[in-house]
């Protein structure tokens, strides 16, 4: 598998590349179909690929921070990026000075003056420049000037005839609606994280759990889920089953801060789970499954042990 570099923006790329521009969050079909096509043009042509993004989100910039929540954090991205075979992701920061740049100067100071790019995919929903000027007509002009390869991306059609959005991805999400989602993501949402220490109350309960840092909120309604775990960065680790609450922990007085805790109960080596070993400082990567329920408080402690168990019940009956 390729490992997809990351470069920011300003520095160069001195390899003969074609690059496609664009937010890409979600790595969503729509996108994937974009990316193999660039992977697809650039094998033949013997050329590098390159993904040309932006940080923060636009949206964020020119809406003053009210900007969608991110599908795909940047190592998610990355590593879905490996996967496609993409060998460089171009990271571009996003300022009200970046949005005043007309396509032609964008493409000259943020594209041709750092990339030894000979080639554009325009993708099907791409705009650039000031006003959202550089329509994919008005770029394929330019780029022709300039004496580079364009094509234009093929439009990606879901089963149901429309197109993949990360926004309608969003919704679903926030829905809690997780099934759909990975319909249109072509797999499972994931969460990936840092193992921390927590106050060691699920250990308390004897449910112990892995509590994941967040480094920004999730678009993911609030509740317990099914998701299968595995360590990402051990070779060959086992993927666990796993129940996995997003929430607040209603029922202890004082918690507020969202938070993310996988209990893994168990896997095919080791099916009578849960794990026990110090775990702290790896990252888990979750795979969400299946919506179970809303988060609640519960009147007792008691209570919420017996709710903890029939998760874990329903859990394993979905694995079975």
Same mark, same amino acid.
């Given at each position: ?17 074609l690059?496609?521009?664009?937010? =890409? ?13 660039l ?13 040309i ?11 003053? @921070? ?10 998610? %991205? ?11 992701? *171009? ?8 949005? #005043?740049?007309?396509?032609? #100067? ?9 990339? +030894? ?16 000027? @550089? ?15 364009? &094509?234009?991306?093929?439009? =990606?059609v ?9 926004? %309608? ?19 499972? *949402? ?9 106050d ?9 759990? +892995? ?10 309604r ?31 007085a ?25 775990c *702290?400082?790896e ?5 969400i ?5 809303? &988060? ?22 979905? =694995?079975?």
């Amino acid at each position: 598998m390729t490992s997809t570099k990351l470069l920011r923006a300003p520095s160069s790329y001195p390899h003969d590349c074609l690059c496609t521009i664009g937010n =890409f969050d979600g790595i969503h079909q729509g996108h994937r179909a974009v990316l193999q096509q660039l992977e697809q043009c650039c094998r033949s042509q013997g050329k590098r690929s390159v993904v040309i993004s932006f940080s923060p989100h636009p949206a964020k910039v020119l809406r003053a @921070g009210d900007g969608p929540l991110t599908i795909t954090p940047l190592r998610t %991205t990355l590593h879905l990026l490996s996967e496609l075979g993409i060998d460089l992701l *171009y990271l571009v920061r996003f300022s009200q000075q970046l949005a #005043e740049l007309s396509p032609r #100067e964008f493409l000259d100071r943020v594209v041709e003056q750092h990339l +030894a790019c000979s080639g554009l995919l325009i993708g099907p929903d791409l705009r650039i420049g000031k006003d959202r000027a @550089g329509t994919p007509e008005v770029i394929r002009e330019i780029v022709l000037e300039k004496g580079w390869w364009c &094509e234009q991306a093929e439009v =990606f059609v879901g089963e149901d005839g429309e197109k993949t959005s990360s926004r %309608t991805i969003r919704e679903l999400l926030l829905r809690g609606d997780v099934a759909a989602a990975r319909v249109l993501l072509g797999r499972p *949402y994931e969460i990936w994280g840092k193992i921390v220490a927590g106050d060691a109350r699920g250990r308390t309960l004897g449910f112990p759990t +892995a509590n994941i840092h967040l480094k920004e909120s999730l678009p993911l309604r609030k509740g317990v889920y099914i998701a299968e775990a595995h360590f990402s960065e051990r070779a060959n680790s086992p993927k666990y089953r796993t129940v996995v609450n997003v929430g607040c922990r209603p029922t202890f007085a004082g918690e507020s801060k969202l938070s993310v805790e996988a209990h893994l109960f168990g896997s095919k080596e080791c099916p009578d789970g849960p794990i026990s070993e110090d775990c *702290y400082g790896e990252r888990l990567r979750l795979r969400i499954h299946q919506f179970l329920r809303e &988060e609640q408080q519960f009147p007792s402690v008691k209570e919420l042990v017996s709710q903890i168990k029939a998760d874990i019940s329903d859990a394993k009956d979905f =694995f079975s």
